[in-house]
């Protein structure tokens, strides 16, 4: 198990950084110095709660010192002065895996990733809340909420359930919160009566 660092998912394919569609990630020379000419897969991590300014970084092509490539196990990779190998932790069962997992979100972190064999695992904490519905994109893929963590689009997830409709009073689950203070990776979860409603 390790730490899952929330930022850009970057592939090192021996001369320049690719999104996972393949687009070029542009990076400044030195940010690249003492990479090796194998691929690497990785994150473009800008620490803890930084995953903002992960995008804002790339974009701008701006601030790319606080940044650094978190290289995904398993990999045999020293690291550079902007590079590391993420470490990985044996775990002992799933007490450990609690322990683990709860030190890192006290941290500031978002939760650990688990491999075995081939498969790998997201485990972190969430939490559930509702809000009311105010608008549904014309998409159908997200819809416009309002809750007590603000006003903000939810995920509707594809082919789950028809988007509810506003007005509806609606669940939904998220992982923490953005630097505004939004909910993050916030997603629906069910419709539910509006007489069930909290208000707290």
Do not use: N
């Amino acid at each position: 198990m390790s730490e899952k660092l929330d930022g850009w998912f970057a592939r090192w394919d021996g001369a320049r950084f690719t999104t996972a569609s393949g687009a070029t990630i542009c990076t400044p020379d030195w940010f690249t110095a003492g990479l090796p000419t194998t691929e690497l897969r990785g994150e473009l991590w800008g620490g803890r709660g930084g995953f903002e300014d992960v995008g804002r970084i790339v974009r701008s092509g701006s601030g790319w010192e606080q940044l650094r490539f978190a290289v995904f196990p398993p990999a045999e990779f020293a690291g550079t002065a902007h590079a590391f190998a993420i470490v990985e932790t044996v775990c002992r069962g799933r007490e450990h895996l609690r322990e683990f997992v709860g030190a890192i979100c006290a941290s500031g972190g978002e939760g650990a990733m688990i491999r075995r064999g081939r498969e790998v695992h997201k485990c972190k904490p969430s939490a559930d809340a509702e809000a009311v519905v105010r608008e549904v994109m014309p998409s159908g893929c997200s819809i416009a909420v309002d809750s007590r963590h603000g006003v903000f689009k939810l995920a509707v997830p594809l082919g789950a359930f028809l988007p509810p409709s506003v007005g509806a009073v609606v669940t939904y689950r998220f992982s923490g919160f953005t630097a505004r203070g939004l909910p993050r990776h916030a997603r629906l979860m069910r419709e539910r009566p509006a007489e069930t409603m909290v208000a707290a």
